[in-house]
């Protein structure tokens, strides 16, 4: 079996992933409270797999109220060495069309509305995030994307919106002038709390449409976003049984930027000051230095 076990969290229109062999679905108490759903694992190859869909089955919950901290720290306890978001972003750029994939390796956060550390008062900690993306992982899920028939770009910027409205054309221009790339609202904080949780993770974006840039074409909407985000899904999961075969009977080592040891110099608060109360939720995420 390899040592590989991949999280992969589906965005909106990949609830399910089908072909898995040994099957099963399991849940996973958290002291951040419920994940999104139920996970789901399996195997492709040798390759071990855990699904947790974002929005829950069905699309339940918005961008706002996914359970972020709750489903990063429930990949962590079912033992998920990598974490793989697969999320449908909107173009700010002509040259990435509806149905290209973007690696993205770049994010700007502008939620405002959501819970997006582990850490807090009584245990205080700052992780890097100047290079937010495990480098490793998403050339991997590039190579893969590209085995699946897909046109892929190797970087890009997102934005990550508060939602769940579609921008203004005021602000899409404005995220342009910014050299954003691609627009989306899951992302953040949920690649910070991945790196809090010393998880490697990288970003398939799929795009499904233009924004609202071009005045020259219709402004977004769900009815044309659907559309395109079918056949984004159905290359997606193309790209999953690509990235098993890519990682089959390769031994995983510690990612380059040694993403599995960021917290080896990121904790502040003194051990007389911790709180325990908050150290006993970080059981998972940051036992391996608590416990050290």
Same mark, same amino acid.
């Given at each position: 079996?390899?040592?590989?076990?991949?999280?992969?969290?589906?965005?909106?229109?990949?609830?399910?992933?089908?072909?898995?062999?040994?099957?099963?679905?399991?849940?996973?108490?958290?002291?951040?409270?419920?994940?999104?759903?139920?996970?789901?694992?399996?195997?492709?190859?040798?390759?071990?797999?855990?699904?947790?869909?974002?929005?829950?089955?069905?699309?339940?919950?918005?961008?706002?109220?996914?359970?972020?901290?709750?489903?990063?720290?429930?990949?962590?306890?079912?033992?998920?060495?990598?974490?793989?978001?697969?999320?449908?972003?909107?173009?700010?750029?002509?040259?990435?069309?509806?149905?290209?994939?973007?690696?993205?390796?770049?994010?700007?956060?502008?939620?405002?509305?959501?819970?997006?550390?582990?850490?807090?008062?009584?245990?205080?900690?700052?992780?890097?995030?100047?290079?937010?993306?495990?480098?490793?992982?998403?050339?991997?899920?590039?190579?893969?994307?590209?085995?699946?028939?897909?046109?892929?770009?190797?970087?890009?910027?997102?934005?990550?919106?508060?939602?769940?409205?579609?921008?203004?054309?005021?602000?899409?221009?404005?995220?342009?002038?910014?050299?954003?790339?691609?627009?989306?609202?899951?992302?953040?904080?949920?690649?910070?709390? +991945?790196? &809090?949780?010393? !998880?490697? @993770? /990288?970003?398939?974006?799929?795009?499904?449409?233009? #924004?609202?840039?071009?005045? =020259?074409?219709?402004?977004?909407?769900?009815?044309?976003?659907?559309?395109?985000?079918?056949?984004?899904?159905?290359?997606?999961?193309?790209?999953?049984?690509?990235?098993?075969?890519?990682?089959?009977?390769?031994?995983?080592?510690?990612?380059?930027? +040694?993403? &599995?040891?960021? !917290?080896? @110099? /990121?904790?502040?608060?003194?051990?007389?000051?911790? #709180?325990?109360?908050?150290? =006993?939720?970080?059981?998972?995420?940051?036992?391996?230095?608590?416990?050290?």
């Amino acid at each position: 079996m390899s040592e590989w076990v991949i999280g992969v969290i589906g965005g909106s229109g990949l609830y399910d992933v089908e072909g898995f062999e040994d099957r099963d679905t399991m849940r996973v108490e958290t002291p951040w409270g419920e994940p999104s759903d139920e996970l789901t694992t399996g195997r492709i190859g040798d390759v071990r797999f855990v699904f947790l869909p974002r929005h829950g089955r069905g699309h339940r919950l918005t961008p706002t109220h996914v359970p972020y901290r709750a489903n990063i720290d429930a990949l962590k306890r079912a033992g998920c060495t990598d974490v793989l978001s697969i999320s449908a972003c909107g173009s700010l750029r002509e040259r990435y069309a509806p149905g290209d994939f973007v690696m993205v390796d770049q994010f700007i956060d502008r939620t405002f509305a959501r819970e997006k550390s582990f850490f807090g008062p009584g245990m205080v900690a700052h992780v890097s995030m100047a290079d937010p993306v495990c480098e490793r992982l998403s050339q991997l899920a590039g190579d893969a994307a590209e085995k699946a028939g897909v046109t892929v770009h190797r970087s890009g910027t997102y934005l990550a919106m508060e939602g769940p409205q579609f921008s203004s054309r005021a602000e899409s221009y404005l995220y342009r002038q910014w050299e954003c790339d691609v627009i989306g609202m899951t992302n953040m904080p949920e690649a910070k709390l +991945a790196r &809090e949780a010393e !998880l490697p @993770y /990288a970003t398939m974006a799929m795009v499904t449409d233009y #924004d609202c840039w071009r005045d =020259a074409s219709e402004a977004v909407s769900v009815a044309n976003v659907l559309e395109i985000m079918q056949s984004n899904t159905t290359a997606a999961k193309k790209a999953l049984t690509e990235l098993a075969k890519l990682l089959s009977g390769v031994s995983r080592t510690l990612s380059p930027q +040694a993403i &599995e040891r960021c !917290l080896d @110099y /990121a904790l502040i608060t003194a051990p007389d000051a911790r #709180d325990p109360n908050l150290l =006993a939720k970080l059981d998972a995420v940051a036992g391996r230095v608590l416990k050290a």
